[in-house]
Nanobody, 124 residues
Framework: QVQLVESGGGLVQPGGSLRLSCAAS????????MGWFRQAPGNEREFVAG????????FYGDSVKGRFTISRDNAKNTLYLQMNSLEPEDTAVYYC?????????????????WGQGTQVTVSS
């Protein structure tokens, strides 16, 4: 059974940085695509970033390009999201997700496994 556990959320001032982590277990993720999504109150779930676990190739949502970086540590089976230049509009619950297969998808419905989420609040 795949388990995804996010951590690292919190309160940060505009312009600040946070790094989210997602500890993954239960499978070998070499043939998986991992993603970060977020959802703010009253908004639809939004794709943030994704990575092919084996190759390390990445893709991003337009709203975070140039500010956020997704990465993974194979040895620790951990996914990361480095968030810089944070804006109040980045406030949301951030979720880690996983899907088997190497194709990129930005729709949450394509992902099979989800973490419980971690709150990120950007406010002065």
């Amino acid at each position: 059974q795949v388990q995804l556990v996010e951590s690292g959320g919190g309160l940060v001032q505009p312009g600040g940085s946070l790094r989210l982590s997602c500890a993954a277990s239960g499978r070998t993720f070499s043939n998986y695509v991992m993603g970060w999504f977020r959802q703010a109150p009253g908004n639809e779930r939004e794709f943030v970033a994704g990575i092919r676990w084996s190759f390390g190739s990445t893709f991003y949502g337009d709203s975070v390009k140039g500010r956020f970086t997704i990465s993974r540590d194979n040895a620790k089976n951990t996914l990361y999201l480095q968030m810089n230049s944070l804006e109040p509009e980045d406030t949301a619950v951030y979720y880690c997700a996983a899907r088997s297969g190497g194709a990129y998808y930005t729709s949450g419905s394509a992902y099979d496994y989800w973490g419980q989420g971690t709150q990120v609040t950007v406010s002065s």
